[in-house]
Nanobody, 119 residues
Framework: QVQLVESGGGLVQAGGSLGLSCAASGSIFSINAMGWYRQAPGKQRELVATITSGGSPNYADSVKGRFTIARNNAKNTVYLQMNSLKPEDTAIYYC?????????????WGQGTQVTVSS
């Protein structure tokens, strides 16, 4: 069994900052890409940022220059630092990890954490 547990999020005013973290635990042989996605009410889930096992990041255009993704491979944890937040960043944020167990490689998702940015 593999679990992704997220923490962070909450309510912040526009222009403020928040940090998210997501720790993977369980039967993990290795973790490939990790990332953050978000889903606003009435909208589809969208990619926010991903990071490879080697540390190469990729960002959605809407967050470039404002969000930073990082990971700690020793702790099986991915982070998302969000600065200069805007009301349109309001969404449920989900972490995702591509994890290799003893046999197969599967996608795992966290439970989601709410981020609300007030104007």
């Amino acid at each position: 069994q593999v679990q992704l547990v997220e923490s962070g999020g909450g309510l912040v005013q526009a222009g403020g900052s928040l940090g998210l973290s997501c720790a993977a635990s369980g039967s993990i042989f290795s973790i490939n890409a990790m990332g953050w996605y978000r889903q606003a009410p009435g909208k589809q889930r969208e990619l926010v940022a991903t990071i490879t096992s080697g540390g190469s990041p990729n960002y959605a255009d809407s967050v470039k220059g404002r969000f930073t993704i990082a990971r700690n491979n020793a702790k099986n944890t991915v982070y998302l630092q969000m600065n200069s937040l805007k009301p349109e960043d309001t969404a449920i944020y989900y972490c995702k990890a591509v994890i290799k167990g003893q046999v197969v490689v599967l996608d795992y998702w966290g439970q989601g954490t709410q981020v609300t940015v007030s104007s």
